[in-house]
């Protein structure tokens, strides 16, 4: 019901777009997001917006580098990576939830299968 997919290997400053392709009968007005998790490091919130687009929030060590956006007619929510890092290499996952944005790995029930972005220096 989540399928997500545009990893790869980039060079620092670089650029990388993943996309979620998402059940829009089951996720259609969800609130919709990514997660990332770095070997041996928790899973942290990257970015996520209400199913209208009228809230989108970032998570400050990507502010300014990457941006959400969704594509309702595609059931596709995608996020744009600029100017990437070596600290940016994780695995990246889209996550869906019920009600606004939240910013905890316990909020959001349903996540799809990883996509890698591997940052070289």
């Known amino acids: 019901q989540l399928q997500a997919s545009g990893g790869g290997l980039v060079q620092a400053s670089g650029s990388l777009r993943l996309s979620c392709a998402f059940d829009?009968?089951?996720?259609?007005?969800?609130?919709k997001g990514w997660f990332r998790q770095s070997p041996g490091k928790e899973r942290e919130f990257v970015a996520a917006?209400?199913?209208?687009?009228?809230?989108?929030s970032y998570a400050d060590s990507v502010k300014g580098r990457f941006t959400l956006t969704s594509d309702m007619a595609k059931n596709t929510l995608y996020l744009q990576m600029t100017s990437l890092e070596p600290s940016d290499t994780a695995a990246y996952y889209c996550?869906?939830?019920?009600?606004?944005?939240?910013?905890?790995?316990?909020?959001?029930?349903?996540w799809g299968q990883g996509t890698l972005v591997t940052v070289s220096s």
């Open positions: 996550v869906v939830r019920d009600g606004g944005i939240k910013m905890s790995v316990r909020d959001y029930p349903h």
């Open positions: 917006n209400t199913w209208n687009g009228r809230s989108t």
């Open positions: 829009g009968h089951t996720f259609l007005r969800q609130t």
